[in-house]
């Protein structure tokens, strides 16, 4: 026996097992169809990007660059040439990075989603890990209200088909670069005539990134970010008709919403709309999805000017809202389990269990961690516990007539009939269809 001390994985990052990695897959399953429903194509960025990267589209004063990121300076050797890395603690970026680089607006605009895996050091907690996962969705290239009502639609559609409800939908605007100016100026003007009050994140940010005070989580600033000029008071008309024809989109397909004028998104690429889907059953931590419109992020990390809009999903969050919830998910099980009492029947079984899976049907093999068999009654315990909805018995009788007995477990319970193990092919079909 090993004397070594185990090796954990590192905290906040977590190993996903069966029979929980069914929900990651179903889950996953969903959200390919409803993408594909509406147009979105698949596009796979790398997890390590340049910092630079970070910091000049998420935003240098921000939580995230200045204190989460997982960044490093490589080696410097004939590999690489001593660079700033990070892994990517959010996915819009990298995705716009992309669309950079290999000019994909080249054609037009491009409908993208992503799945994978993100990174930020911060203190784990019931749904926010330090490796985290996000889906996201990115239309790049396209402007006007219409599509940001699209993308609040995508989501959305993507809530019923996985069966959620108990969600809302808050909207803000953000305006244009100017109108947020002018916020700005009267944000650090309010905050300094109230310097007494301000926590020391706030002071830090009062005139680097002051937007981000009236995000405080510090429970004595709350009434003090609630007095503070609102952004939406410094639209212009453009903005507010632009906002107006977001809310008239949704209101048009039935989507209910609350405007919050002090929605803040937490990166700085955000202008016009953003948004987020809330919900009351995860605590503190209950924004399961965030987006909204970014149409100078593309020129900001050295791009053609673009328009884009899109959101991010948290995996996890919504993965334990599907629990708090009670939304059934299915449980993964083998269409049949092979019961072979005696090892002679082995290479028999094995050609018969290849060619069902050859016809699409999922067979588990009876195996043990000693290499005996077991008895045929241990065999059948261990089929209906796998969940199987037939065993296939290959036993002495059926083999000495080149046969299979198959024994429903789960509808018609106990009814079975033999088949000939020399045609796989005239009964493998007839199986399947029974099984959808």
């Not at 940001?148 to 019923?160: C, G, H, V």
């Amino acid at each position: 026996m090993s004397t070594l001390p185990k090796i954990h994985a590192i905290k906040g990052m977590n190993d996903i097992l069966p029979p929980e990695s069914a929900r990651w897959e179903w889950f996953e399953s969903i959200v390919r169809q409803t993408m594909t429903r509406f147009a979105y194509r698949n596009v796979r960025t790398p997890m390590l990007e340049h910092t630079q990267l970070f910091a000049r589209g998420i935003g240098e004063v921000t939580d995230i660059v200045e204190k989460e990121m997982y960044s490093f300076q490589d080696r410097a050797d004939k590999y690489g040439d001593n660079d700033h890395l990070s892994l990517r603690p959010e996915g819009t970026a990298g995705v716009a990075r992309a669309a950079v680089e290999h000019n994909l607006l080249y054609g037009g605009g491009q409908r993208l989603y992503y799945l994978g895996p993100m990174f930020r050091r911060e203190r784990p907690q019931r749904g926010r890990y330090r490796q985290f996962h996000q889906v996201g969705a990115e239309a790049l290239g396209y402007a006007g209200p219409q599509v940001d009502a699209e993308m609040i639609l995508l989501a959305t559609e993507l809530w019923r088909a996985l069966g959620l409800r108990d969600w809302r939908l808050e909207l803000g605007c953000l305006g244009q670069p100017d109108e947020r100016r002018a916020h700005r100026a009267a944000l650090v003007a309010y905050f300094e005539a109230h310097a007494d009050q301000l926590d020391e994140d706030a002071r830090r940010r009062l005139h680097s990134n002051p937007l981000r005070i009236l995000d405080t989580k510090n429970p004595a600033m709350q009434a003090l970010a609630e007095g503070a000029p609102r952004l939406l008071d410094f639209l212009g008309a453009a903005s507010q008709a632009y906002f107006a024809a977001v809310q008239d989109a949704l209101r048009a397909c039935g989507i209910g919403f609350s405007v919050n004028p002090r929605l803040v998104r937490g990166l700085d690429y955000y202008n016009l709309t953003v948004f987020e889907f809330i919900t009351d059953r995860l605590g503190a931590q209950g924004t399961i999805c965030g987006g909204g419109r970014y149409d100078y992020l593309l020129e900001q990390i050295g791009g053609k000017p673009a328009p884009a809009v899109g959101w991010a999903i948290g995996v996890e969050r919504v993965l334990e809202l599907l629990k708090e919830e009670g939304v059934a998910v299915p449980e993964p099980a083998p269409d049949a389990y092979a019961v072979i009492p005696d090892a002679a029947a082995l290479p028999q079984a094995l050609r018969c269990l290849q060619a069902l899976r050859a016809h699409g049907v999922a067979v588990q093999m009876h195996a043990s961690a000693d290499a005996s068999l077991g008895s045929m009654k241990s065999q059948l315990k261990r089929a209906d516990a796998s969940g199987a909805r037939f065993a296939l018995i290959f036993g002495a009788d059926e083999l000495a007539e080149t046969q299979v007995t198959v024994k429903a477990l789960r509808d018609g319970a106990g009814a079975q009939q033999r088949q000939p193990l020399n045609d796989v092919s005239t009964w493998a079909d007839g199986l399947r269809q029974r099984l959808t």
